[in-house]
């Protein structure tokens, strides 16, 4: 399979949609526009492959953060999506290794990854790429204050 890895364009927006589709994200085109444009930055990437004869068939997007206890960045993978029929095919693999150079070229030192705990195959995948298991993550979500016993939002 021949494809081809670039930078993500406001034009994508549809063809990113579905790829985070396969993941279960309902994102509206409209919203991954937004994003694409919000994103546009030095410290962040969306990337795609492109397939030569279906088009875009995933999606990587990486952050970069600077470290304060340390010299260099954290690059942070926040979404690689592959649409269904191009699973196991070296879409990922491909993706991960961009943002890997992307993340690389920016002085990061580490590049991190989450993925929810029922993603086992998703696991495997990144480990198989020498990703390790690492420290824990806490999350808090954001709940609106509760006004005159009404949620506010």
């Known amino acids: 399979m021949k494809f081809t890895v670039r930078r993500a364009e406001a034009g994508d927006a549809a063809a990113i949609a579905v790829c985070l589709a396969a993941l279960g994200y309902a994102t509206p085109p409209a919203l991954v526009a937004e994003k ?16 030569s004869t279906t088009g875009i068939v995933g999606v990587v997007s990486v952050h970069l953060v600077p470290l304060f206890h340390a ?50 195959d998703a696991h495997r995948f990144y480990h198989a790429l020498g990703y390790e298991m690492d420290e824990r993550r806490f999350i808090k ?12 939002a």
């Open 36 to 51: 694409l444009y919000t994103l546009g930055s030095s410290s962040d990437a969306v990337l795609v492959v492109e397939d």
């Open 141 to 152: 979500h954001y709940q609106a204050p509760i006004v005159g016993g009404l949620t506010s």
């Open 71 to 120: 010299a260099g960045n954290l690059a942070r993978l926040t979404a690689l999506a592959i649409v269904p029929g191009h699973q196991r095919k070296g879409v990922g693999r491909t993706l991960v290794t961009a943002a890997e150079a992307f993340a690389w070229e920016h002085d990061c030192r580490r590049v991190e990854v989450t993925s929810g705990d029922h993603r086992e």
